[in-house]
């Protein structure tokens, strides 16, 4: 009954930016913190970003920070991540996350000339 479908993925250039979405479904949203997670072929799946219930409190990785944003709106079930001034090294596959356990289908973003 959960659904976590992500979007918004894509090809950019280093330096580019991109706005990724979850639409969230099957849960009270607005009860639950959000994530997102990133995993680069042969390696880790890796915290990148989390947000609080309300929206109000955020962390990042250190790899991040400065960069992205993640954001919510509870209105719509969905919660964003905006990525700027983006490097080789984020290119993974991005994936939405609530409760640890439950996963999106995860969206390609790449970052390359």
């Known amino acids: 009954q959960v659904q976590l479908v992500e979007s918004g993925g894509g090809l950019v250039q280093p330096g580019g930016s991109l706005r990724l979405s979850c639409a969230a479904s099957?849960?009270?949203?607005?009860?639950?913190?959000m994530s997102w997670y990133r995993q680069a072929p042969g390696k880790e799946r890796e915290l990148v970003a989390a947000i609080t219930s309300s929206g109000g409190g955020t962390n990042y990785a250190d790899s991040v920070k400065g960069r992205f944003t993640i954001s919510r709106d509870n209105a719509k079930n969905t919660v964003y991540l905006q990525m700027n001034i983006l490097k080789p090294e984020d290119t993974a596959v991005y994936y939405c996350?609530?409760?640890?356990?439950?996963w999106g289908q995860g969206t390609q973003v790449t970052v390359s000339s």
């Open positions: 099957g849960f009270t949203f607005s009860m639950y913190d």
């Open positions: 996350n609530w409760r640890v356990r439950y």
